[in-house]
């Protein structure tokens, strides 16, 4: 059973850096062929895809985000990090990281495993 946690500030100031960790058990982040995803979820609002690392590394994010994302892994912790920088309010949302087997990232009947959400407020 893969298991997905993720952990980080629930507080960050506006223009700061937010950076949150997915922690992955029972299962390697290095296993073909999956794709290791950032979601969203802002207040009141749907489901919004940000980006993701492959198991090859290759990554893949959502244009209007690119600019300000970027995903990184760290296999020996079995851990993959979202940086989302110059955070605003609208940045505030639960977040979330889950384990695909497509590029379709904005499908979400093609994810099979989410962690619970961290809910990350961008405020002063």
């Known amino acids: 059973q893969v298991q997905l946690q993720e952990s980080g500030p629930g507080l960050v100031k506006p223009s700061q850096t937010l950076s949150l960790t997915c922690t992955v058990s029972?299962?390697?982040?290095?296993?073909?062929?999956?794709?290791w995803s950032w979601i969203r979820q802002p207040p009141g609002k749907g489901l919004e895809w940000m980006g993701a690392?492959?198991?090859?590394?290759?990554?893949y994010y959502n244009p209007s985000l690119k600019s300000r994302t970027s995903i990184s892994r760290d296999t020996s912790k079995n851990q993959f990090t979202l940086q989302l920088t110059s955070v605003t309010p609208e940045d505030t949302a639960v977040y979330y990281c889950?384990?695909?087997?497509?590029?379709?990232?904005?499908?979400?009947?093609?994810?099979?495993?989410w962690g619970q959400g961290t809910q990350v407020t961008v405020s002063s």
């Open positions: 889950a384990r695909g087997w497509s590029l379709n990232f904005g499908s979400w009947s093609e994810y099979d495993y």
């Open positions: 029972g299962g390697s982040i290095t296993t073909n062929y999956y794709y």
């Open positions: 690392i492959a198991y090859s590394a290759n990554t």
